[in-house]
């Protein structure tokens, strides 16, 4: 009876759990699909795929075990249904926790220490490997002092029964200090929200900071300086190996005609059958060697004009193409950071609130609120379990390549 009358209180709570879990499990399933077969993204890729992981674990293993214990909540026959859904609640909240921790030293690292240490690929798939033994050792530790209790419950005040319900047994009764709810929940779990929300907030305010920086245009003119200096230190790289020289301005003194030919130069006067010719004019040693300075000069001005020319627009290209780079890669930052950042809100937010109202005594608690509360209560304690679903619907949001690979996806089904 009093399983029944709990059950039509919190249906709403239990319908919530089984729609979030079906979301989950396909919206992460898409996240390992897409993100595991790219071959790009480095620590970003690893840590999106370990908490996919980690989010599929839970709608298939705590959401089913929730629904079920909601459902016989005063009678729980079965003690292992018990302690694994309490194991994989700590596990995976344990988890998350220290991949979005890893995730913000990552994102610190990149953004506010760019040119020092950074974690590698492999390092970051081992720390998230270490972040999972801890959180299954710590599990398997609440589990064992987490079970059946068995109370004496009053109906409408008249009658008294035994009921069972999944919480800590005596065991952890006995030693309240070791398996209490802040050593295990509170304490912990405080440390690292505190912690991701100071190195969120240092590295977006550092980012943001660095907004005009990454916009910034490459100016033409260092970009030329740039090429000027290289062509230098190659020609004397070129010079100090016996390499190559440009190849020098011909040497025309002995092309030069010695004299005109006859009636190349010609005008005609009033009288039209007096014509003046000039003959056999011989250019003197220094005329010819004036007209072929100028004419070296104006060949080597020309070169110079070219050349500038060339680097001008050569400049200009990489300039452009510095500029669109930077505003590319600071975009990729920007995205990253938000995804972060709307990811660790999120579960600072639900954990917060979980770590709350799980810290009352439930027993009591319930015995002593309406049914209305209790639909509150048990939706409020179980809201953590929006961080399962987050993910898919940040990256839909904030990825196009993700939008368009689910897209893809959906094309090769319908056609299939």
């Keep these: 009876m009093l399983n029944l009358r709990l059950q039509r209180t919190i249906l709403p709570v239990i319908l919530f759990i089984g729609i979030v879990a079906l979301v989950g499990i396909i919206g992460n399933v898409l996240i390992l699909i897409i993100y595991g077969r790219r071959r790009d ?23 089913p075990g929730e629904i079920y214990i909601l459902l016989n909540w005063y009678d729980n026959p079965y003690i292992w249904i018990c302690k694994a859904k309490t194991f994989f609640n700590v596990f995976t909240s344990w988890g998350s926790a ?9 994102r610190y690292r990149k953004i506010c220490r760019p040119l020092r240490w950074q974690i590698t690929t492999t390092l970051a798939m081992k720390l998230c490997i270490l972040a999972l033994v801890i959180s299954a050792a710590v599990a398997s530790w ?19 029964v035994n009921v069972s319900v999944c919480d800590k047994t005596y065991l952890a009764h006995r030693f309240a200090g070791m398996f209490s709810i802040g050593f295990v929940f509170i304490f912990p779990v405080g440390i690292s929200l505190l912690v991701l929300l100071c190195l969120n907030s240092i590295t977006s305010i550092t980012l943001f900071r660095q907004r005009n920086k990454f916009k910034k245009p490459a100016k033409a003119q260092d970009v030329q300086s740039e090429l000027k200096t290289v062509r ?50 011989n250019v003197s040693s220094k005329d010819q060697e004036q007209t072929l300075s100028h004419f070296s000069n104006g060949r080597k001005s020309y070169a110079t004009d070219v050349q ?6 050569t400049s200009n290209s990489i300039a452009l193409s510095a500029t669109t780079v930077r505003e590319e890669r600071f975009q990729r930052m920007k995205q990253k950071t938000i995804i972060m950042l709307v990811l660790t809100v ?10 709350v109202l799980i810290s009352f005594k439930t027993v009591n608690v319930l015995n002593e609120m309406p049914d209305e509360e209790k639909v509150l ?17 940040v990256y839909g949001i904030m990825d196009e390549r993700f939008r368009n690979d689910i897209l893809d996806i959906l094309n090769k089904l319908v056609n299939h």
Excluded at 98 to 106: H, K, N, P, S
Excluded at 308 to 313: A, C, F, K, V
């Design 232 to 281: 230098k230190d190659v020609s004397e790289i070129a010079s100090v190996s016996g390499g190559t020289q440009p190849t020098s301005l011909p040497d025309f003194s002995n092309e030069v005609p010695v004299s005109l030919p006859k009636n190349a130069v010609g005008r005609t006067s009033q009288n039209e059958s007096q014509i003046c010719c000039i003959e056999n004019i």
């Design 41 to 63: 993204g480095g620590n970003f890729r690893c840590f999106v795929l370990m908490m996919a992981t980690i989010d599929l674990t839970s709608c298939i293993t705590i959401s």
């Design 142 to 160: 609440v589990a064992l002092v987490w079970g059946k209790y068995t109370y004496e419950q009053t109906v409408d005040i008249i009658v008294s």
């Design 346 to 355: 999120t579960f600072v937010v639900t954990m917060f609130l979980y770590v």
């Design 98 to 106: 220290w991949i979005l921790f890893l995730l913000a030293i990552d």
């Design 377 to 393: 209560f048990f939706f409020f304690l179980r809201l953590y379990f929006l961080n399962t679903i987050v993910n898919p619907f």
């Design 308 to 313: 500038r020319t060339s680097d001008t627009r």
